[in-house]
């Protein structure tokens, strides 16, 4: 509806598997190399999503892999492997921070970083890596590569003009959502707020091709297609200069994306949340991250660089979260 259709699909969407296909205890811990915290949290949360996992574990991406250095899918192959099969309590994931820049520009191996930031980088990089063979690839067949395929959605835009009705639809895709927490005290509330249809005024006037000139509109945005795994960061930064929202932010463990969709009609969308990411400290400058995430034995596991320790979901869905990954 209203989306261009793929020229070629790049991954089957049948061939993802949701559910763990083995199961065991958690792997090890992430030695901190410094200040690589934020670092650790997102690899931990990527090992312990299932579809992700699945598809690394199979090799399928190495053995057809013929990228010259730097494969962010090929790091993160070894790093999952290494993870869930080593007997170590604790391993260094050296290959990530030696390739850091290659990640993302930003990121130093000797300097604090934010944990949202990485995770983007990262599944850019894995974009990139799984686009590497397809370069000509058009943009409807870019959104379907493994990891688009696991992580992306379509949100749809509606513009209305509000003087003649007219209305004019767009569509972009994500592959995680950032919402906003100044007001809301749940994260259904943000959700609400996020779809909520916002007044286009002032100096964001929206120029209506039917009226031929710049008028006040209602502008909203939904979720139009859902993903499989539905990735949210809390925006907890206040302002520019770093102040931090320490609210607790209540969350559920069962999520229905429904009343957030387009269309608002037909079964629930459920989604259960697997994996967190907590910011403690004062501000968004500074602190230490750390992360929940639900293993492949069904328990809970809180993640602290090198430890790994077991916990209850009452724990869990205590925390002041930051990140949070639901899957379908």
């Known amino acids: 509806e209203g989306m261009a259709l793929p020229q070629r699909i790049l991954f ?42 699945n598809y690394l574990l199979s090799r399928d991406h190495s053995q057809l892999c013929h990228r010259q250095g730097f494969c962010m899918m090929c790091i993160m192959e070894a790093h999952v492997r290494k993870v869930l099969s080593s007997s170590a309590n604790v391993i260094w994931p050296r290959a990530v921070v030696r390739d850091l820049k290659f990640i993302g520009e930003e990121f130093e191996p000797d300097m604090a970083g934010d944990a949202y930031e990485f995770l983007c980088c990262a599944l850019e990089a894995m974009q990139r890596a799984c686009l590497s063979g397809n370069r000509g690839a058009d943009i409807s067949s870019q959104t379907n590569t493994i990891i688009h395929q696991i992580f992306g959605g379509f949100l749809k835009s509606r513009v209305m003009c509000l003087r003649c009705q007219a209305v004019s639809d767009s569509y972009k895709a994500f592959l995680h959502v950032l919402l906003d927490i100044k007001a809301p005290s749940s994260l259904t509330t943000a959700l609400e707020d996020f779809v909520a249809p916002k007044k286009m005024d002032g100096k964001y006037c929206f120029k209506c091709n039917k009226c031929e000139k710049k008028v006040t509109a209602s502008k ?15 925006e907890r930064a206040a302002d520019h200069t770093g102040k931090k929202i ?51 034995n069904g328990l809970w596991y809180k993640m602290d660089d090198e430890s790994v320790d077991n916990c209850g979901i009452h724990t869990v869905l205590r925390q002041q979260a930051y990140l949070l990954f639901y899957a379908r």
């Open 12 to 53: 089957p969407p049948e061939e993802i598997c949701m559910d763990w296909q083995q199961r065991q205890r958690p792997g090890a811990g992430l030695c901190n190399l410094g200040s690589t915290c934020y670092i650790n949290v997102i690899l931990q949360c990527l090992t312990y999503t299932p579809p992700l996992a």
């Open 220 to 234: 909203r945005i939904t979720v139009h297609c859902v993903p499989k795994v539905f990735t949210v960061c809390l």
């Open 246 to 296: 320490s609210k607790i932010v209540e969350y559920p463990e069962y999520l229905d994306l429904r009343p957030y969709m387009s269309d608002t009609a037909g079964e629930p969308l459920l989604y259960s949340l697997y994996a967190l990411v907590v910011h403690s400290g004062d501000t968004c400058l500074d602190g230490h991250f750390f992360c929940y995430t639900k293993a492949s």
